[in-house]
């Protein structure tokens, strides 16, 4: 079975802090994302990375950052957390050629009071 | 318009009722099409996973993709209360990441 491991299930952090989300997955997998979830919006892409030290750009990249410094995990970073962050965050993985096929993590459920 | 379109619901049903949910979507050169589903506080989970048109079935789920309609749906025959689960619909033209719907919340009454 392929398991995405997401370092935390639930997180509290202050406003202003840098928060760093931790996604391991031990499957070889290539491909890895990391998504947001907000009810009523749905699941929203953040960052993407198809291969070690590479990364690109989703839809609302604003106020993240990441890092691959290797295959099996993938990093997301707050750099300066703030209240509309607050969010359930998901990371997924997939392997060539079917990057389509995304398989995701527990989630985490950060709150930035 | 946005890419992919998905009725949030909820949608309520009893046991052992056909479940039916649809997503419809604009760009023709989407390829893959996936549903996942995602129990509360867990991640999605993919249920299935079509290319291009045609049906695929697995146990009480048949997935249909009619591209000419650019409408794709999921069915739960006999459906369970295990079933309750929000419902997604994700699609990707193939060399980019996946584009999701809002995904439909599912009761099934026992």
């Known amino acids: 079975d392929v398991k995405v491991t997401q370092s935390s299930r639930y997180l509290v952090k202050r406003t202003g802090e840098k928060v760093f989300l931790e996604c391991v997955q031990d499957?070889?997998?290539?491909?890895m994302f990391w998504y947001r979830q907000d009810p009523g919006l749905g699941l929203r892409l953040i960052y993407f990375s198809y291969d070690v030290k590479m990364k690109e750009k989703g839809d609302i990249p604003e106020g993240y950052s990441v890092s691959r410094e290797k295959k099996e995990r993938f990093s997301l970073i707050l750099e300066s957390a703030s209240t509309n962050q607050t969010s359930m965050y998901l990371c997924?993985?997939?392997?060539?050629?079917?990057?389509?096929?995304?398989?995701f993590g527990q989630g985490t459920r950060l709150t930035v009071v | 318009q946005k890419e992919v379109e998905q009725d949030p619901g909820p949608l309520s049903v009893p046991e052992g009722a056909i479940v039916s949910l649809n997503c419809t979507y604009s760009?023709?050169?989407?390829?893959?099409f996936m549903w996942y589903r995602q129990y509360s506080r867990k991640g999605p989970e993919l249920l299935m996973y079509?290319?291009?048109?045609g049906n695929k079935e697995d146990g009480r789920f048949t997935a249909q993709v009619d591209k000419s309609s650019k409408y794709i749906s999921l069915f739960i025959r006999d459906s369970q209360p295990s079933d309750s689960a929000t419902y997604l619909c994700?699609?990707?033209?193939?060399?980019?990441?996946?584009?999701f719907g809002k995904g439909t919340r599912l009761s099934v009454i026992a």
């Open positions: 760009n023709s050169a989407f390829q893959y």
């Open positions: 499957m070889d997998h290539e491909n």
């Open positions: 994700a699609m990707s033209a193939g060399n980019t990441p996946l584009v």
């Open positions: 997924a993985s997939s392997y060539e050629p079917n990057r389509e096929e995304a398989f």
């Open positions: 079509t290319y291009s048109s």
